[in-house]
């Protein structure tokens, strides 16, 4: 495994890989890896025949006051999972590389970038999908590797991918959880002991939300007071929003369809959790 900190030469090698008729998965991350990235690169490593990881922590999706200069980083452990995981090249970008001096395009996503996390993250789809397009021009990838867990973040990358007519084949993966439905996430280490224990309750409102459905439920409203009821429960949880969506324009839908997006964002302490389900009601 080689890793690439420069852009022009990642940019070469990826054009002689696609002159030798090579597919390329691509698989974006922040770093911090853990078995939620694992699965997306084993699921690249057996679908290509070259494997390519980003590692960025992408100053332009934190907005102020965000965990930007604390996001965890441990690109030596990272690596070595990289290395171990039969990953050919992980590509570590610096900053200044990525945004020069006078940097000045961005991609938004109109009406989609606001919903759901965008509504208490301005700025932040904005800064996802702009790095991506990026990546993606600076690849070539035949197939890019996303997480169910950022569902959003994966609509809005499939859009922009349609949209702007990108030659690459999108594939999202199932969240990966911990033994007691905790999705796997790099913020996870923020939590305390306690915060941790008590960080199940995103997964077990989504669990009881997916039960009143598989009972009849279908009123969005009364399945979303529900789940408030539950979390509220926690007194180190703060509830930022809970939503059932279509997964169009992520817009609310009054009731329960098949393939709705039910998301919500928690916070525990001070840490900021996502997760989310697709209902497959019939
Ligand atoms: P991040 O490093 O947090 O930007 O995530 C990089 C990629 O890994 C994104 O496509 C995420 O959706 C995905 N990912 C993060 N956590 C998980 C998880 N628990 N299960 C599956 N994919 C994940």
């Known amino acids: 495994m080689k890793f690439v900190p420069d852009l022009k030469k990642l940019s070469a090698l990826t ?20 078995e939620g990235h694992f699965s997306l690169i084993n699921k690249a490593r057996k679908e290509n025949d070259i494997v390519i990881v980003s590692i960025f922590v992408n100053p332009a999706q934190f907005g102020r006051g965000e965990d930007f200069k604390k996001y965890p980083r441990s690109f030596k452990k990272d690596i070595a999972a ?9 590509f570590l970008p610096e900053k200044e590389d990525m945004y020069p001096q006078g940097y000045s395009t961005f991609i938004d996503l109109e009406g989609l970038s606001g919903r759901l996390c965008g509504a208490f993250r301005p700025g932040h789809f ?6 991506v397009t990026k990546l993606l021009n600076i690849i070539h ?9 950022d569902a959003q973040q994966a609509i809005i990358i499939s859009r922009m991918i349609k949209d702007l007519n990108f030659p690459v084949k ?7 959880r911990q033994k007691d439905g905790l999705a796997l996430s790099s913020r996870n280490a923020f939590l305390s002991k306690k915060e941790r224990a008590g960080a199940t309750v995103l997964f077990k409102a989504l669990q ?3 039960f009143l459905i598989s009972n009849g439920q279908r009123d969005s409203g009364r399945i979303i007071s529900r789940m408030k009821e539950l ?13 059932i969506v279509e997964t169009g324009q ?12 039910i998301a919500l964002a928690v916070k525990i302490g001070k840490t900021r959790l996502i997760d989310n389900t697709i209902i497959g009601c019939a």
């Open 126 to 131: 904005r800064g996802v999908a702009t790095v």
């Open 170 to 176: 999108v594939r999202i993966l199932s969240t990966q």
């Open 231 to 243: 979390i509220q429960k926690n007194k180190q949880a703060r509830i930022e929003y809970i939503a």
């Open 250 to 261: 992520l817009k609310d839908i009054k009731k329960v369809e098949p393939g709705c997006l």
């Open 15 to 34: 054009a002689k890989i696609k002159r030798l008729k090579m597919d390329i998965g691509f698989v974006p991350t922040m770093g911090a890896l853990h």
């Open 208 to 210: 009881l939300a997916e």
């Open 141 to 149: 990838p035949d197939t890019l590797y996303l997480g169910q867990k």
């Open 82 to 90: 990289c290395r171990k995981l039969g990953v050919d090249f992980v």
